[in-house]
């Protein structure tokens, strides 16, 4: 699915964009990759900047692998970052952080969940799960901001809102205002679960700060 938004009021004070800003957001389905990447669309938009997403949902509902393409900047023209590109890949799944890692621009960041789900060649014995992933996406970004967001939001009460951990440790990455992302966590999650969200934004923040 493709998307283009732009917001009428002007960009304030956020992160500077020269040209385009891509960010690739990648994971399994069932984590809220689409979630997340809607709601740095809605920032981006809101800031003034021409916004385009692609999403690929694949085998979601199975757990296969669902990537979103989100481009943000003054003029946009396609809503595809080709490999290389990307100046963060987001990712909420260890090893699909690293299959993705050909799309990562040299310098670009990372922000990757350490979370392990055995994708089907595993299941089927046909592979090992990869090891030392996390020191491989470190090599491309010795910056790298790396946590098991599922271990941080089962101890917030609630696994669903993992990849909102990960969002608000992205927020560190993108200077748009930080009232604007929580206006957005609070308008796009479920109504009854807006409190819950938004401590799992702040966690992640926190978790990227330290």
């Not at 890949?89 to 090893?95: A, K, Q, R």
């Not at 350490?114 to 060649?121: C, E, M």
């Amino acid at each position: 699915m493709r998307q283009t938004l732009r917001r009428g009021r002007d960009f304030e004070g956020g992160t500077e964009v020269s040209a385009v800003l891509n960010v690739l957001m990648v994971g399994v389905g069932g984590q809220g990759i689409i979630l997340a990447s809607s709601i740095l669309a809605e920032v981006a938009a809101e800031s003034g900047l021409e916004v385009k997403k692609s999403e690929v949902h694949g085998m979601a509902q199975r757990g296969g692998a669902v990537s979103s393409h989100v481009r943000f900047g003054d003029k946009v023209y396609s809503p595809l970052i080709p490999a290389g590109e990307a100046d963060i890949l987001f990712g909420s799944e260890l090893l699909e952080s690293y299959r993705w890692l050909p799309y990562l621009k040299q310098g670009g960041s990372i922000i990757a969940s350490l979370q392990q789900i055995d994708p089907p060649a595993v299941f089927r014995g046909e592979m090992k799960y990869p090891e030392s992933l996390k020191e491989k996406l470190k090599q491309r970004d010795p910056g790298l901001i790396a946590f098991n967001a599922l271990e941080q939001a089962i101890a917030l009460g609630d696994a669903r809102v993992a990849t909102i951990i990960l969002t608000g440790a992205l927020s560190k990455r993108l200077n748009f205002e930080h009232g604007l992302w929580l206006q957005k966590v609070r308008e796009l999650v479920p109504r009854k679960a807006v409190e819950l969200n938004l401590r799992a934004f702040q966690k992640g923040l926190d978790l990227a700060i330290a």
